[in-house]
């Protein structure tokens, strides 16, 4: 059974609920701290929040924390790492994924359902998805 490391910074928020969404989803997970090791962990969820309150830019600060090394590592295993919200920001800004943050065109909260077509099946995410499906997903 897969345990997930769900690292919380300060200001992390739904660091609970997604523990119990694993749990529910038939793994194992614990919430770190994240001046902690992420040894033993065969995954890692980044829950959303405002994690040091977004000062600077939504997850630099975050994003240069140590603990993101060993997330870099993880993710080098081809290890499942996922970030929710901020925790999508916060991998962003790491570098661990690419391309950078900018704001709305429209300066304004956008909350939306979008369509997205399915690349590669080949993910924990996607592989119950047939390669160019069109699934709907919420984004706010």
Same mark, same amino acid.
């Given at each position: 059974?897969?345990?997930?490391? #769900?690292?919380?910074?300060?200001?992390?928020?739904? +660091?609970?609920? !997604?523990?119990e969404? @694993?749990? %529910?989803?038939?793994? %194992? =997970? *614990?919430? #770190? /701290?994240y %001046?902690?090791?992420? &040894?033993?962990?065969?995954?890692?969820?980044?829950?959303?929040?405002?994690?040091?309150? +977004?000062y600077?830019? =939504?997850? =630099? @600060?975050?994003?240069? =924390?140590? @603990?993101? *090394?060993?997330? &870099?590592?993880?993710?080098?295993?081809? &290890?499942?790492?996922?970030?929710i919200?901020?925790?999508?920001?916060?991998? !962003?800004?790491?570098?661990l994924?690419?391309?950078?943050?900018?704001?709305? %065109?429209?300066?304004?909260?956008?909350?939306? /359902?979008?369509?997205?077509?399915?690349? +590669? !099946?080949? !993910?924990?995410?996607? &592989?119950?998805?047939?390669?160019? *499906? #069109? @699934?709907?997903?919420?984004?706010?």
């Open positions: 059974m897969p345990k997930f490391a #769900v690292i919380v910074f300060p200001g992390t928020n739904c +660091d609970f609920e !997604t523990v969404a @694993i749990k %529910k989803a038939g793994g %194992k =997970a *614990e919430r #770190v /701290w %001046k902690s090791s992420l &040894k033993d962990f065969d995954g890692v969820v980044l829950p959303g929040g405002f994690s040091y309150a +977004d600077l830019r =939504a997850g =630099a @600060i975050s994003a240069r =924390a140590e @603990i993101m *090394e060993e997330v &870099k590592a993880l993710a080098s295993e081809d &290890k499942p790492i996922l970030g919200c901020n925790g999508f920001q916060i991998l !962003t800004e790491s570098g994924l690419p391309g950078a943050l900018r704001p709305n %065109k429209v300066p304004r909260f956008l909350c939306k /359902w979008v369509y997205l077509r399915v690349n +590669d !099946t080949q !993910t924990a995410f996607t &592989k119950f998805y047939e390669e160019g *499906e #069109v @699934i709907r997903m919420p984004i706010a």
